[in-house]
């Protein structure tokens, strides 16, 4: 086993790759080592930043469609942005040397804050780029009622 990752089973064999101390260890697949889904989820980097306008939400995806992610809003406030990279097809014939992309379902969630819309969220894809907008509300100032001084 190798302190570098194989998401794919071990399709590579390479003299340059460590032995893992860990590989006894009772969890799976070695130190670094992350199988299928959890590496995925590891991997889907997401910013979120606030304007005076909205929140929004980037996540890089290369080479994943946008037909195959889902973006929801549940109970709650939650945002969810999910999909699953698909594998590339292996050949019989192949020899590989380093397999560092991952593939598999990812899945991330926030907790929005009391101030969204959640019925206008927006979401675009280009180049690779999903890009998530969730507008504000508008905040209700209070009601401020002046009060006649007598004497």
Do not use: E, Q, R, Y
């Given at each position: 086993m190798s302190l570098i990752p194989s998401f794919f089973g071990g399709r590579r064999n390479n003299t340059?790759?460590?032995w893992d101390p860990f590989q006894d260890?009772?969890?799976t697949g070695g130190a670094l080592s992350v199988p299928g889904e959890t590496a995925s989820f590891a991997s889907t980097r997401i910013d979120w930043k606030e304007t005076p306008e909205a929140h929004v939400f980037k996540a890089d995806l290369p080479g994943v469609k946008k037909e195959e992610v889902k973006v929801e809003v549940e109970e709650g406030r939650i945002l969810q942005i999910s999909g699953d990279r698909s594998v590339e097809k292996e050949e019989k014939n192949d020899k590989w040397h380093r397999v560092e992309r991952s593939s598999g379902k990812f899945m991330r969630r926030f907790r929005l804050p009391e101030n969204v819309k959640v019925d206008e969220?927006?979401?675009a894809m280009e180049n690779?780029?999903?890009t998530?907008?969730?507008p504000k509300a508008e905040v209700q100032k209070p009601d401020v009622k002046a009060i006649d001084i007598s004497g």
């Open positions: 340059f790759d460590l260890f009772p969890f969220v927006k979401a690779g780029v999903l998530v907008t969730v």
